[in-house]
Every structure is written in C-alpha cells, then in structure tokens.
C-alpha cells in the first residue's frame, strides 16, 4: 500500500512524517509536501524544524551543490570549503551566494549569518573535533547542524586523517542525503527527480563497466599531496574511488581503509598500478591541487615516470569532487567509465 511504502522510505531516509491516511491509499504514490514539525535523524542527532530554514550556510560543495539542484539559492545565507568551480548550471544562483572562505570558515563567520541550518559535507569540520565548530556549539545557540551522510554513516572519522570507512561506501547515502535536505526544504519533487535522474545514469554506466572485461586491471586514485616531495594522498580501499574502482572491476593498489591515507610513490610502483587516477581541482590549498604539476612529477620523478600508467599515457583526470560524494560523482564515474574504454588494453 502507498501508505506502508511511503513510511518506509520515510523510515529509510531517518524522517518522522505524519502521513494521510485512507483516503490517499487508492491515489498514486507523488512526493508529499513536508508535515512540518520535521525531525531527521542524522548522524547521531536528532534535528527539528518548524519549517523550512530561511537562511542556510553550506560547508562543502556537496551540500552547496544539492541545495541549488534543489532551488534554494535564494534561502543560502553563505558557503565554504571548495575544490572545484561551481557546476555551470547553478552559477547564477551561486553568484547572489556570500562565499566565507575558500576552506574552512571561520565560527563567528558562519553565526554572524544567523543561519536557521549549517550543512556540512565533512564531519571534520563540524564533529566532535570540527575545524570550525563542534555541534553542540551551534547547537546551544539554536543552529541546527547537517551533516552529509556518506560522511558519518559505516566511517569513523576520529581515525585516521580523513576518516576511516568501517564500510565500503554506498551511493544510497549520497542519495539519503538528497532525500533528507528536500524534505528539511521543502523541496521533495525536485529531489525525487534529482535522486531519479543520478539512478538511471549510475545504472547505465554500471552497465557499460559490466562491457568493459577488464581482467587483472589495478588503479590508484592520486588526490593531492601537502608537497610534492611530500608522500601523496591516496584513496583507500572503501570510500568513493573504492567504489568506482569495484564497479568497474580495478583492483584498488592501496590496501588501507582510511578514506585518503599518505602512501609512498616506491610502495604505489611496487603494486604498479594499470591506470592513474589524479584530480584535478581549482582549489590551490597545496602545488600538487594543480594537476599539471601532478603531471610534471609523474613524468620526471625518477620512481613513478618507471610505473606502467605513467610510460603508458594511462592517466586519467578527474575532477576532485566527482570523487567525493557529492552529486558529480555519478559523472566521474562516467567519465572514469569512458576513459577506460578508451585506453588501450
């Protein structure tokens, strides 16, 4: 019945929906407005609203990015911590948007916005040991804080330095996570085509890697490194490269599940990974977020220009957040997908 399916998504998405009852059974089942009280389960907290936030701060781009694919520009008080442009669908929105740092943004910086939500795609920034603030401080002055799923749920993000994966990701957090920011917004039609349309092409590409054959093909995802003499910081075993990499059939050649542990380039050419993977970000945090110097120490550093992907021209580039979980991601796996098909086998 409608009812019983729709309080299992409900369920399913940690939201307490007050739903009709008889007299919608018989009616197809169509995203419902919010029943405001809300209250979402997230992360180990428990958030209310009495509708929706009139003013948001966003630290992250997924977060930022789900909430203009949603329509809610105009409700964003301020954003934070980028690595790529802004998508250019959304920069009309994005440009009416106060950007508060290009990293992580200052506490007072982000109150001083009087937001009625803090949504953050890293729990290292708004945790237990957050960046910019912990949740019981925006908590004690009546500031609901959001923290992505794919962030805290199967990850324990006080090991390692970016969180360790207790479970290989899913892409069902990544849409979790749709559901519930559409529902604290209002917003349920625009995130059920949103989550519908990132379904359909995940499922297309999953099919199109089922073509590829690849037989024994290893990978390595290269991030970014604090200094390029400095060991670089590669994808673990369970986060998001994880992912793409099973789904097309590469053997991850790093063994931790940290989500970007360093790694020594003689330990990555020992495995001598199939095919590189590097992103590309428009961030300049560190030399290496530009991927022609990544490029640069690939060809001359007396260790990795030896590795197969290197003498091979088997390097793609991705850019950084579509391998995060963040509505890109689908792309990079797409990208990834084609890339593959291309490279000689």
């Not at 301020?78 to 802004?86: D, I, R, S």
């Not at 999953?206 to 024994?216: F, I």
Request: glycine share 8%; hydrophobic share 45%.
């Amino acid at each position: 019945m409608r009812f019983a399916s729709l309080q299992a998504v409900a369920a399913g998405l940690g939201l307490h929906l007050l739903l009709p009852l008889a007299p919608a059974l018989a009616q197809p089942a169509t995203p419902q407005a919010t029943a405001y009280p809300l209250t979402v389960e997230n992360c180990g907290e428990r958030l209310t609203f009495a509708g929706p936030p009139d003013r948001a701060v966003t630290i992250g781009q997924s977060a930022t990015e789900i909430l203009y694919a949603l329509g809610v520009g105009e409700r964003m008080a301020g954003t934070a911590l980028w690595f790529n442009n802004v998508l250019p669908e959304f920069s009309a929105q994005n440009d009416k948007v106060p950007r508060l740092d290009n990293n992580a943004p200052s506490f007072e910086s982000v109150i001083a916005k009087r937001p009625g939500l803090v949504a953050t795609q890293f729990e290292w920034m708004i945790g237990p040991q957050g960046v910019v603030g912990t949740r019981p401080q925006f908590h004690e002055l009546g500031i609901p804080t959001y923290i992505m799923p794919a962030d805290c749920e199967g990850k324990n993000n006080l090991v390692g330095a970016d969180g360790t994966r207790t479970a290989a990701f899913s892409t069902e957090s990544l849409y979790k996570g749709i559901g519930q920011l559409a529902a604290i917004f209002d917003r349920q039609a625009r995130g059920a085509a949103l989550v519908a349309d990132l379904r359909a092409r995940e499922a297309r590409a999953v099919e199109q890697a089922k073509g590829l054959g690849l037989k024994d093909a290893s990978a390595a995802f290269w991030f970014s490194s604090a200094d390029l003499d400095l060991d670089p910081y590669m994808a673990g075993q369970k986060g998001i490269p994880g992912y793409m990499m099973r789904t097309l059939g590469l053997r991850n050649v790093v063994q931790s599940d940290e989500e970007w542990p360093t790694v020594g380039w003689e330990t990555i050419a020992r495995a001598n990974p199939s095919v590189l993977v590097i992103a590309r970000m428009d961030r300049r945090r560190f030399p290496a977020d530009d991927y022609e110097k990544k490029l640069e120490f690939l060809r001359s550093d007396p260790v990795t220009s030896q590795m197969e992907a290197v003498r091979r021209g088997r390097i793609v580039i991705l850019d950084a957040h579509a391998m995060q979980a963040t509505i890109r991601l689908i792309g990079g796996l797409e990208t990834l997908t084609e890339a593959m098909a291309k490279l000689e086998k």
